[in-house]
């Protein structure tokens, strides 16, 4: 049985919620990284059990990102060598093989 829920937001923009915990990907810190840099992702509900897989994206390209740590409040991840120099989105796989990219970007010089 499954607990996901929709709400619209705007026109077209569905945001998930979980089970009453929402899905939330609030900022990136450093905004500003370098490939091998160790960039964390702090939000809500973004643990192991919501969240398989984060990307950096562009709407074109998308790159997997090794997650080294995963709680319900932060993802750690390296950049990897195959990111170029250039403002990404974060996009998150969930456990529900849902990706959702998110409002917050990184920027990698």
């Known amino acids: 049985m499954s607990c996901w829920k929709f709400i619209a937001a705007g026109v077209i923009l569905l945001v998930p919620i979980l089970c009453g ?9 450093p905004a500003t990284a370098k490939v091998g840099d160790v960039v964390t992702v702090n939000g809500d509900g973004i643990d192991k059990k919501n969240v ?6 562009d709407g074109k390209t998308d790159i997997k990102v090794e997650m080294t740590e995963q709680t319900a ?13 250039h403002r990404w989105a974060l996009m998150v796989h ?10 917050v970007r990184v920027t990698i010089e």
């Open 94 to 103: 969930t456990t529900k093989d849902q990706l959702i990219e998110e409002p």
């Open 21 to 29: 915990q929402e899905l939330k990907v609030a900022s990136v810190d």
């Open 73 to 85: 409040k932060a993802i750690k991840f390296k950049v990897p060598e195959s990111a170029k120099a």
């Open 52 to 57: 398989d897989m984060l990307y950096l994206t």
